[in-house]
């Protein structure tokens, strides 16, 4: 099976900051990579698919890219919803694993 | 807009089986190109992928639950289903049933509130 890890597990910003959180695969996925965002008790959200793909009606703030065994989600300028944890999955091959994820906290 | 919802008992015993039904509404389980997965999550936990469904019943399954899982699809009720059996309190989690509409490559768009199974003697 693909291993995905995230980095960092987690992360403190304020509104308006800038932020990225890496995936890495343990072995090239192309650009099959999907990225999630979930709030407590919600299931999670695609927000871009095909490592650069914004899912439709996903904020333009939210950018995806990578491409064979790294990839970044980019955050341009943090909104108070936006606080969550982030997922990114792989699905190159099944099974189509999740990384461990990244929770964004508030400063 | 295609919505799912998952069904079925809250609360089993040790190695009792655990059945989850996902009812899908506002289209055919078998239109276009759409799959079908379960995914599971523990308490305060990341995310595990359990397995995936075509309508035409085409599976595959995780590696680490593969000997306990079926995963099946009736296309005249709009429904797939997840079975686990021998289940353990370390299968305690909400489930989650989702599915891809643009193919297997591109992320599972569609989500299930998810369901909590609990499992405890």
């Known amino acids: 099976d693909i291993q995905m890890t995230q980095s960092p597990s987690s992360v403190s910003a304020s509104v308006g900051d800038r932020v990225t959180i890496t995936c890495r695969a343990s072995?090239?996925?192309?650009?099959?990579l999907a990225w999630y965002q979930q709030k407590p008790g919600k299931a999670p959200n695609l927000l871009i698919y095909?490592?650069?793909n914004l899912e439709v009606g996903v904020p333009l703030r939210f950018s995806g890219s990578g491409s064979g065994t790294d990839f970044t989600l980019t955050i341009s300028s943090l909104q108070p919803e936006d606080f969550a944890t982030y997922y990114c999955?792989?699905?190159?091959?099944?099974?189509?694993?999740f990384g461990q994820g990244t929770k964004l906290e508030i400063k | 807009q295609v919505q799912l919802q998952e069904s079925g008992p809250g609360l089993l015993k040790p190695s009792q089986t655990l059945s989850l039904i996902c009812t899908v509404s506002?289209?055919?389980?078998?239109?276009?190109?759409?799959?079908w997965a379960w995914v599971r999550q523990p308490a305060g936990k990341g995310l595990e992928w359990i397995g995936r469904?075509?309508?035409?019943?085409?599976?595959f399954y995780s590696s680490s639950l593969k000997s306990r899982v079926t995963i099946s699809v009736d296309t005249s009720k709009n429904q797939f289903s997840l079975k686990l059996n021998s289940v353990t309190a370390a299968d305690t989690a909400v489930y989650y049933c989702a599915g891809g509409s643009r193919g297997y490559s591109f992320g599972l768009d569609h989500w299930g509130q998810g369901s909590l199974v609990t499992v405890s003697s």
């Open positions: 095909a490592a650069s």
């Open positions: 506002g289209g055919p389980i078998s239109s276009g190109s759409f799959y």
């Open positions: 072995q090239d996925v192309g650009s099959w």
């Open positions: 469904i075509h309508a035409g019943g085409n599976t």
């Open positions: 999955q792989q699905a190159n091959s099944f099974p189509h694993t």
